[in-house]
């Protein structure tokens, strides 16, 4: 489904005027109509990379917000002139702060936040609330208002509406504006905040739009990996409901890992790891960690040590030892590998092992490889008396704004047990 | 170390739907079903963590219980259960709560309005309500009518309201009833519950047709010759004499279970996975079908009734011996039909139906037989080659089986059919949910697809008009035969499809 614009161009108001005009919108305007008691969505959208690609002149205008192909196709070839490793991810902050330095000054027309995705509006949003930071530091405030309702092949033939409210300007007058976004947040529906960007960014921001019991949703494969898990750490820590892209995109992984072990007769083998070995695109851990978590968590092991280690690739790689259950060591490594041509957000997964040893049978290797990718060095090595397991693991062709939709069609209001599970772990397993 | 029973890996992975804060009232709350299995499948949802924090039940009969002793009733009939999950029943059970009502009495409705507002308060349900209509089959209207008129289902995105089979008694009933229902509520806040539609299985014949890029492309008429569909059980009337007297197997089993069988095995592929798509490709295939003789339809189908069986340790009553059965009853407990379904895809396939008490097997299955290889090449082992078969197994070990054809081992070129199977224990290993949990559950989600719409519910009874019509107006044209209990039914019922060359396949 193509995103969809507003049905009505936006109104350029005075940030004064929008509450009034919002209330004049339903009581008068919009009469007949019904509001969709649903929920608040607040975006948190910098669109760093794709603002500074517009404006150097590397892809055309105007500034979406949408993670367009154009866009990641143009960011992948500006990799080498920045200097950074052939490995980085097109949504590696660095690529955007590194981009930030050439020279350029297109200015295009900015719609974010008016377009809406359809598998969001399917959903009906009473209050679409999009922060957009301009490169401009000095930006003063503009406030874009606009009704919307879903088209009727969306479902929305019962004309449950809602409305869309556009601030953006440079940082300072984005923080002039909490107080008003305080006040088009209502107390009695829920209310998400999508942390659209690096977690590296200024923590006030973050720490102003989703105070507990706010939903919170981050991509915690965006930013230096310790901050990542140890602000995902602090959120669930203090009952919030934290929903992690980072850790959603792993769901084909968990998914294929699970299915190995579906057929009864292989569970018990799940008794007998002795090692796991996870390898990432790039030098960004925090995925494969969460996966070895996740996996550590669901079978019971008990982290002994982790460590880095030098390797020859484009990061350190991480050694740990976990203690099953049953007192038997488990080793795990997660090992960074270059890539020519690596996928949109850094640290990606590109392949797993896993080896078990069950008694009295012969022991059992699982090996997971992304389609895109190759798993020669897990495939490697020793295996030759052990059953074999392969499979390859789809990726996910969803965008993030998909992502975000079946968030939302979740309407979980508390953190996945299982990421409240990994994300302790995987903060453990980090060394340093 | 002890083996590991349940995939560990498995936990969690779902990431289901979150049901929106509901109170859930169920009418007939003292009645069998909702120990049996609204209850059950309730927990069951508050345990997989599907139901959210702020939910409640209210269970509403006429009879003069409190809040404590419906728990208590509740708790006793799942004791077992609960022994397992004394903390998570001490949760659930808070939210569970009961108002004695009579549909038919306007205060009680008054009082019911009020209580389940003060429910709202204390447990933040937020207005959101599932009426649960256990009622007997003769209060649905009613039912229906008593809610709308105190207001409770005058908001359509909030309120929903889900009644159980039998949907009428025919064609003409069914349509009166969709007549009140409509007055009432909009279609979209109506339920109509058939709990085969909630089995894994039933569900999987639309994955396997419209997932898999194989099958669809001879899933028709040029491949296949024809179509069993086949519920049996084991059991007999049990304690359900009263209400089977005035249904039948037609009625119990066929107008609804086996028909929406038939809808998944013959509709057309929808556009999307979209409740009202899906629907509207069964209703449009249930409109395509007929009897296969709908002006001699004694000449298409076969109505049997159990007699007295078994061995000489466990001999076992004939029906009409059974406590609460008409010692001349004419009801039957088998019955086993030909269906036509005239449509582009299936024009000239026989669609064979059968279901029946006290058989040999409880199982429920569609077997589709493909057409035979062209040229016979190669000797049969069996004498003639078997027709390639894909068996979609519902209940027991449920599954699917190919048999097709391969070289018999040895010299010479003799060909002996063998199995291809997949089976839901072997690849999964895990139970899979009573049809009620994931009914009850997309009851209050809102989500429609696997409850029947009112023209799928007409156009199912219409189908049977003129055999409901014969046995109204002459039974003897159509009468019971007897089958000894634990055998396939009458021979009739085999002499039906000998006519055409073919046996019902023997499970």
Redesign the interface.
């Known amino acids: 489904m193509s995103p969809q614009l507003t049905l009505q161009a936006p109104l350029d108001l005075p940030p004064e005027e929008v509450n009034p005009y919002l209330h004049r919108l339903w009581t008068h305007d919009l009469e007949g109509s019904t509001g969709a008691a649903t929920f608040t969505l607040v975006v948190w959208e910098p669109s760093w990379l794709e603002q500074q690609m517009v404006r150097i002149g590397r892809v055309d205008g105007p500034i979406t917000g949408l993670l367009r192909s154009e866009l990641l196709d143009a960011a992948r070839q500006a990799v080498p002139e920045t200097g950074l490793p052939y490995s980085t991810a097109p949504m590696d902050p660095r690529l955007a702060w590194a981009i930030g330095q050439k020279e350029g000054n297109h200015r295009p027309e900015d719609l974010r936040g008016q377009f809406v995705e359809s598998a969001i509006s399917a959903h009906m949003p009473r209050r679409l609330i999009t922060l957009a930071p301009t490169l401009d530091p000095g930006h003063p405030l503009e406030t874009l208002v606009a009704a919307y309702c879903p088209l009727p092949e969306e479902g929305g033939a019962g004309a449950a509406c809602g409305d869309v409210v556009v601030l953006r300007g440079g940082m300072g007058a984005l923080k002039q504006s909490l107080d008003l976004i305080g006040s088009l947040v209502d107390d009695t529906l829920p209310c998400w905040v999508w942390w659209n960007s690096s977690l590296d960014e200024p923590s006030e921001m973050l720490e102003a739009l989703a105070p507990v019991p706010r939903r919170l949703v981050i991509d915690s494969s965006l930013g230096e990996p310790r901050r990542c898990l140890d602000l995902m750490l602090a959120r669930i820590s203090a009952g919030q409901a934290v929903n992690d892209l980072n850790w959603l995109r792993l769901r084909t992984w968990r998914e294929s890992l699970a299915m190995v072990f579906d057929p009864p007769s292989r569970r018990d083998a799940l008794g007998h790891v002795v090692q796991l070995d996870i390898d990432v695109e790039g030098d960004h851990p925090v995925k494969g960690l969460l996966l070895a978590a996740w996996i550590a968590d669901r079978l019971g092991w008990h982290l002994i040590t982790s460590y880095a280690v030098e390797v020859d690739g484009p990061g350190p790689g991480i050694t740990a030892e976990f203690e099953r259950t049953d007192g038997v060591a488990v080793q795990f490594t997660l090992m960074p590998v270059p890539m020519g041509a690596p996928k949109t957000h850094p640290g990606a997964i590109v392949g797993m092992r896993l080896i078990c040893e069950p008694q009295q049978r012969p022991p059992l290797c699982v090996i997971l490889c992304s389609e895109s990718g190759g798993c020669m060095r897990l495939e490697s090595g020793g295996m030759a008396s052990m059953e074999l397991a392969e499979g390859v693991v789809p990726l996910p062709e969803e965008s993030e704004e998909m992502e975000m939709a079946r968030l939302l069609s979740g309407g979980h209001d508390s953190t996945s047990p299982l990421l409240a599970a990994a994300a302790p772990l995987a903060a453990s397993l980090l060394p340093g | ?1 002890t ?11 779902r ?4 049901i ?1 804060p509901q109170c859930i009232v169920i009418f007939g709350a003292s009645g069998d079903l909702t120990h049996r299995k609204l209850i059950p499948a309730l927990f069951e949802l508050f345990r997989q ?1 599907r139901l ?1 924090s702020e939910f409640a039940v209210l269970g509403c009969a006429r009879r003069p219980w409190s809040d404590e002793e419906f728990r208590e009733k509740m708790g006793a009939a799942l004791a077992d259960e609960i022994a397992s999950h004394r903390t998570a029943w001490e949760q659930f059970a808070q939210g569970l709560f009961y108002e004695p009502v009579d549909l038919q009495q306007p205060d009680h409705l008054v009082r019911l309005g009020q209580r389940l507002e003060s429910i709202d308060r204390l447990r933040a349900t937020r207005g959101n309500r599932t009426f649960y209509l256990s009622v007997s089959p003769e209060f649905y209207g009613s039912g229906c009518r008593a809610l709308a008129g105190a207001g409770l289902l005058a908001d359509a ?1 909030r309120s929903r309201v889900v009644i159980e089979k039998p949907f009428g008694r025919d064609y003409a009933s069914a349509q009166a009833l969709n007549k009140v229902v409509q007055a009432c509520a909009k279609e979209s806040q109506v339920f109509r519950i058939d709990h085969y539609l909630g089995k894994e299985t039933v569900q999987n014949i639309l994955v396997l047709r419209f997932a898999n890029t194989i099958f669809e492309p001879i899933w028709n008429r040029n491949y296949i010759s024809s179509v069993q569909i086949t519920a049996a059980e084991t059991v007999g009337v049990e304690e359900r004499a009263g209400y089977y007297e005035s249904s039948g197997a037609l009625r119990d089993m066929v107008q609804n279970h086996l028909t929406q069988i038939l809808a998944l095995t013959a509709m057309e592929a929808p556009g999307r996975f979209d409740p009202e798509a899906i629907r509207n490709e069964k209703a449009k295939v249930l409109q395509s079908a007929s009897l296969a003789n709908e002006e001699e339809p004694w000449k298409c189908c076969v109505r049997g009734q159990y007699a007295a069986g078994g061995s000489m340790a466990r001999p076992l009553p004939g029906y009409r011996q059974e406590p609460g059965v008409n010692a001349n009853s004419t009801t039957e407990t088998y019955v086993a039909m030909k269906v036509a379904i005239n449509n582009w895809r299936w024009q000239g396939v026989p669609f064979y139906l059968r279901t029946g008490k006290r058989l040999p097997k409880r199982l429920s299955e569609v077997v589709l037989t493909f057409r035979e290889a062209p040229v016979h090449l190669f000797d049969a082992a069996g004498g003639a080659p078997t027709p390639n078969q894909l068996i979609l197994r519902i209940q027991p070990d449920e599954g699917a089986e190919f048999k097709f054809e391969v070289k018999a081992p040895g010299s010479g070129m003799r060909s002996r059919p063998v199995d291809m199977a997949f089976s839901y ?6 139970p899979s949910d009573e049809g009620y949990v994931r009914l009850l559950a997309d009851a209050m989600l809102g989500d429609p697809t696997l409850f029947t719409r009112s023209d799928e519910v007409e156009a199912a009874w219409r189908l049977y008009t003129p055999l409901l019509a014969l046995i109204e107006e002459s039974p003897w044209q159509l009468p019971v035969q007897p089958y000894e209990a634990r055998t396939w039914g009458p021979a009739a019922a085999d002499g039906l499809l000998a006519r055409d060359g073919l046996i019902w396949r023997r499970p």
């Open positions: 170390m083996a590991i029973l349940t995939n560990p890996l498995r936990v969690g992975l990431q289901e739907r979150v929106s963590r959210p995105e224990d072997e690849s999964f290993g895990e």
